[in-house]
Structure formats: C-alpha cells, structure tokens
C-alpha cells in the first residue's frame, strides 16, 4: 500500500501524541514525537547552564547535542535519547515543561530540529505530531490533522498524567502552564503554531480515544485510495 506522511498538530495535551502512536501501530508507520526534541534541547540548556538569549552560547550548545529515537523493545514505543542517554522519562517533568517553549521560540533552535525532522520522513511512511508539522516540516504531507479540545478536557488529561508521576503537583500549576505555552507557541515569530490550510480538525473533547483512531484510518484510507 502506498505510504504516505501524517502530520498531527494542535494545542497542549488534546491527545497528539496518543493518537499518533496508535495511527503508527495500525499502519505499521513510524512515529516520531517532534515536541520531544525541543524538551530534550531544553533539558540540555538548563543542566549546561545555557544562556539561550546568547546566539553564540545556543550555537555552540546545540554542536554538542545529537538526538535520536530508539524503540524500547519492552514496551514497544519510541523514546528519545541526548547524546545516548535516554531521557524520554525526564524530559516530561513540569521543570521542562516551563521553559520549553521559549527554547522553541528559538530561529537557531528550530533550524535544527527541523533538518532532522525532515530527514526522518525522508520515507515517507511516518507520522509526527508537533506545533508546526503541517505548515513547515511537511508543507506537501499527504495527510495533515489539527487536533483541539476544550481547555477544561485539556487541563484535567494533563493534571492526570503529571499528578500519577508527582502528587505535589496542583490543577493551577497545570492549568498556567498550559495556558502559558498555548500562548506562547502561537505567537512567537518562528513557525508559530496555527492551523494548515489544507488540515482537517479534529476535536476529540467528546470523543473516545477509539473513536478518534477510527476516524483517523478512515481519512487516510480516502487519502491512500484516492
Ligand atoms: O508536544 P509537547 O507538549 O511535548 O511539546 C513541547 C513544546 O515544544 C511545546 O510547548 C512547543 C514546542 N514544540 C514546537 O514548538 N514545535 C513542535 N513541532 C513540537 C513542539
């Protein structure tokens, strides 16, 4: 069957992610999570002590850096790796969560996630999901979806998954930070995030996670078929 590419983009926490994995699975594509290159860039910056408003000092950092998913044969997912260390787990952590967004607002930054990106889909047969996928990694994929949902879905999806990991963590912290990188994320200069002309939404706030899988294969079978 032809091979196509799948861009998933859209707010914080609507079930990007979920929803590309099981796409990946049933298609037996690979997924790649772009947002997870940015916090491990992030987590890079703040261990080294990163002056990210210095051209010079993100240059020289990000010369330092090399990224790479690999499959965890356990679970079956793909995890990140900084410089061969997995850091799939730490990088989720709110710490990450709250400077990310301005490390992603980065020209020198995005430069460079961007040429991987690209390069990984090099054959086809992919699904990334991410900020700016559709409108600047893959302006020609074949098949672009833009995910929302309400922001109180949003917020409760998220509060659950931070708070199994850290029982401190508080819904306001949640909901600020969501807010925050919401903000953030649409109007920075560089690729801001926004809606492909050519992508088909997708509001899952009442939808159930199968449902939204279904509905997903059925919009790239038309694409795979037409
Ligand atoms: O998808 P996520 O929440 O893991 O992404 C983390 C941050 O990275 C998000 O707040 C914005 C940024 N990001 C981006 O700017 N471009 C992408 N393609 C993916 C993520």
Same mark, same amino acid.
Request: hydrophobic residues 40%; aromatic residues 8%; contains cysteine.
């Given at each position: 069957?032809?091979?196509?590419?799948?861009?998933?983009?859209?707010?914080? #926490?609507?079930?990007? #992610?979920?929803?590309?994995?099981?796409?990946?699975?049933?298609?037996?594509?690979?997924?790649?999570? #772009?947002?997870?290159?940015?916090?491990?860039?992030?987590?890079?910056?703040?261990?080294?002590?990163?002056?990210?408003?210095?051209?010079? #000092?993100?240059?020289?950092?990000?010369?330092?850096?090399?990224?790479?998913?690999?499959?965890?044969?356990?679970?079956?997912?793909?995890?990140?790796?900084?410089?061969?260390?997995?850091?799939?787990?730490?990088?989720?952590?709110?710490?990450?969560?709250?400077?990310?967004?301005?490390?992603?607002?980065?020209?020198?930054?995005?430069?460079?996630?961007?040429?991987?990106?690209?390069?990984?889909?090099?054959?086809?047969?992919?699904?990334?999901?991410?900020?700016?996928?559709?409108?600047?990694?893959?302006?020609?994929?074949?098949?672009?979806?833009?995910?929302?949902?309400?922001?109180?879905?949003?917020?409760?999806?998220?509060?659950?998954?931070?708070?199994?990991?850290?029982?401190?963590?508080?819904?306001?912290?949640?909901?600020?930070?969501?807010?925050?990188?919401?903000?953030?994320?649409?109007?920075?200069?560089?690729?801001?995030?926004?809606?492909?002309?050519?992508?088909?939404?997708?509001?899952?706030?009442?939808?159930?996670?199968?449902?939204?899988?279904?509905?997903?294969?059925?919009?790239?079978?038309?694409?795979?078929?037409?």
């Amino acid at each position: 069957m032809k091979k196509i590419i799948i861009t998933i983009d859209g707010w914080s #926490s609507c079930g990007k #992610s979920t929803l590309a994995k099981q796409l990946a699975k049933a298609l037996h594509y690979v997924y790649v999570d #772009s947002g997870a290159m940015y916090r491990a860039i992030t987590l890079y910056f703040l261990r080294n002590n990163v002056d990210w408003k210095n051209d010079k #000092s993100v240059k020289d950092a990000l010369a330092d850096i090399e990224l790479h998913f690999a499959t965890n044969e356990a679970t079956g997912q793909t995890e990140i790796y900084m410089n061969d260390e997995n850091v799939e787990y730490l990088i989720r952590d709110l710490i990450i969560a709250e400077k990310v967004s301005e490390v992603a607002a980065i020209k020198e930054v995005r430069v460079f996630a961007v040429a991987q990106q690209r390069k990984m889909g090099e054959k086809k047969g992919i699904v990334m999901d991410g900020r700016d996928i559709g409108t600047v990694v893959f302006p020609g994929a074949e098949l672009k979806i833009f995910m929302t949902a309400d922001n109180a879905v949003r917020v409760e999806r998220r509060f659950k998954e931070l708070y199994a990991k850290n029982p401190n963590i508080t819904i306001e912290e949640v909901k600020n930070n969501l807010e925050m990188r919401d903000y953030i994320d649409s109007h920075r200069e560089v690729s801001p995030l926004r809606q492909a002309e050519d992508a088909i939404v997708l509001d899952n706030s009442n939808l159930t996670i199968d449902e939204q899988l279904q509905q997903a294969l059925s919009w790239v079978k038309d694409v795979v078929e037409k």
